[in-house]
């Protein structure tokens, strides 16, 4: 399995971003729902990253500039890939290549239910801590903020 930089359109990595974009808009009311498609994610200058396994595209993940930081933006993995340790390689290179850019830190939103539970423990377990809203994010019941210092 290889994590790399994705800077030219591929099928594997636009499948698991409208997925995850698909799944992020059924899980969360608009209001609270931050999740950016694929264009989106380009036009703010993020920088995207996958995890193949051969040809096999298994997981995705972004990092979007934050002033002097990062912001680290649509992680997934697919389900039926879940449980080997795809989303801690991606994530582990993303923290990576935010210490390589000399950002400061890495911050994240993501969702405060049961169905993210695994998401937030995942960021804990990297050492992520929680933290108040960050940027133009604002206190939400549905969304928890966390931070890493690089």
């Given at each position: 399995?290889?994590?790399?930089r994705?800077?030219?359109?591929?099928?594997?990595?636009?499948?698991?971003?409208?997925?995850?974009?698909?799944?992020?808009?059924?899980?969360?009311?608009?209001?609270?729902?931050?999740?950016?498609?694929?264009?989106?994610?380009?036009?703010?200058?993020?920088?995207?990253?996958?995890?193949?396994?051969?040809?096999?595209?298994?997981?995705?993940?972004?990092?979007?500039?934050?002033?002097?930081?990062?912001?680290?933006k649509?992680?997934?993995?697919?389900?039926?890939?879940?449980?080997?340790?795809?989303?801690?390689?991606?994530?582990?290179?993303?923290?990576?290549?935010?210490?390589?850019?000399?950002?400061?830190?890495?911050?994240?939103?993501t969702?405060?239910?049961?169905?993210?539970?695994?998401?937030?423990t995942?960021?804990?377990?990297?050492?992520?801590?929680?933290?108040?809203?960050?940027?133009?994010?604002?206190?939400?019941?549905?969304t928890?903020?966390m931070?890493?210092?690089?």
């Amino acid at each position: 399995m290889i994590v790399e930089r994705v800077d030219h359109p591929d099928a594997g990595v636009t499948a698991i971003l409208d997925r995850h974009y698909a799944l992020m808009r059924s899980q969360s009311p608009e209001e609270s729902c931050h999740v950016m498609t694929a264009e989106e994610l380009r036009a703010s200058g993020a920088s995207l990253y996958c995890l193949r396994d051969g040809e096999k595209v298994l997981g995705i993940g972004a990092l979007k500039p934050f002033g002097d930081d990062v912001e680290l933006k649509s992680m997934h993995t697919l389900a039926e890939a879940r449980g080997r340790g795809v989303a801690r390689l991606i994530l582990d290179h993303l923290i990576d290549v935010g210490r390589a850019s000399d950002a400061r830190a890495m911050y994240l939103e993501t969702g405060s239910k049961d169905h993210h539970a695994a998401a937030r423990t995942l960021y804990e377990r990297a050492g992520f801590d929680y933290c108040p809203p960050f940027g133009d994010y604002v206190e939400d019941a549905e969304t928890v903020f966390m931070c890493r210092t690089l």
